[in-house]
């Protein structure tokens, strides 16, 4: 499975009925790039880092975990690598290694630029993407995150590109910043960042 085989298909698939596609390529085909490989690295990043004591580990995910952007088994991904990030950072806090959740905003990726930007004039989401992130940008705000000594205070968070490049002062090629998320959506993540604090675990195993 490629990134480019991933994204054709999440592109041809957009809004396609779960019941109406098969559910194990479905399935497979928006999860094994994504979420099964995030944790697969996740698990050799640590070996290496645990005896370090010290590391970073960022998790890509997308506002696609919070709520229906292109189908189901997307959304089902996503939002278990928000919980991956989350989970393994109760397990990596002791070792003094970071684990978050990245969000970026729309990004023009190879295949967005060539499929939906060029080739998508009468594509409804066209106008998302114009405005849209280089692929480029994600990568700033991790090495902004890791120069940062104070990295731990976002242990088991979702942060997104939006957030990180504002306090970081970080600019796209073009001399932009993401949009920030509406305010509805940042209750979502404050909200989510709060119940799932690695220092909480044990209370929140109470409920």
């Given at each position: 499975?490629?990134?480019?085989?991933?994204?054709?298909?999440?592109?041809?698939?957009?809004?396609?009925?779960?019941?109406?596609?098969?559910?194990?390529?479905?399935?497979?085909?928006?999860?094994?790039?994504?979420?099964?490989?995030?944790?697969?690295?996740?698990?050799?990043?640590?070996?290496?880092?645990?005896?370090?004591?010290?590391g970073?580990?960022?998790?890509?995910?997308?506002?696609?975990?919070?709520?229906?952007?292109?189908?189901?088994?997307?959304?089902?991904?996503k939002?278990?690598?928000?919980?991956?990030?989350?989970?393994?950072?109760?397990?990596?806090?002791?070792?003094?290694?970071?684990?978050?959740?990245?969000?970026?905003?729309?990004?023009?990726?190879?295949?967005?630029?060539?499929?939906?930007?060029?080739?998508?004039?009468?594509?409804?989401?066209?106008?998302?993407?114009?405005?849209?992130?280089?692929?480029?940008?994600?990568?700033?705000?991790?090495?902004?995150?890791?120069?940062?000594?104070?990295?731990?205070?976002?242990?088991?968070?979702?942060?997104?590109?939006?957030?990180?490049?504002?306090?970081?002062?970080?600019?796209?090629?073009?001399?932009?910043?993401?949009?920030?998320m509406?305010?509805r959506?940042r209750?979502?993540?404050?909200?989510?960042?709060?119940?799932?604090?690695?220092?909480?675990?044990?209370?929140?195993?109470?409920?």
């Open positions: 499975m490629t990134l480019h085989f991933f994204g054709c298909y999440i592109l041809n698939n957009t809004r396609q009925k779960f019941y109406d596609l098969d559910p194990v390529e479905s399935f497979d085909s928006a999860n094994n790039v994504g979420l099964r490989n995030h944790y697969i690295c996740s698990t050799y990043a640590a070996r290496l880092m645990v005896p370090r004591k010290n970073l580990i960022v998790t890509v995910s997308s506002s696609g975990g919070m709520a229906y952007l292109f189908n189901t088994a997307y959304g089902i991904g939002s278990g690598c928000d919980r991956l990030a989350a989970d393994i950072a109760v397990d990596l806090c002791e070792a003094n290694i970071t684990s978050l959740s990245l969000w970026p905003g729309p990004v023009k990726t190879e295949i967005i630029h060539k499929r939906i930007i060029i080739g998508g004039e009468s594509n409804p989401i066209k106008g998302v993407f114009d405005a849209g992130e280089t692929i480029e940008y994600s990568g700033k705000c991790v090495v902004a995150l890791a120069s940062d000594p104070k990295q731990m205070q976002y242990n088991g968070q979702i942060l997104t590109t939006a957030d990180i490049g504002r306090k970081y002062n970080l600019f796209d090629d073009d001399k932009t910043q993401p949009k920030e509406a305010p959506f209750e979502f993540i404050d909200c989510l960042n709060k119940i799932r604090n690695p220092a909480d675990y044990r209370e929140n195993a109470k409920i």
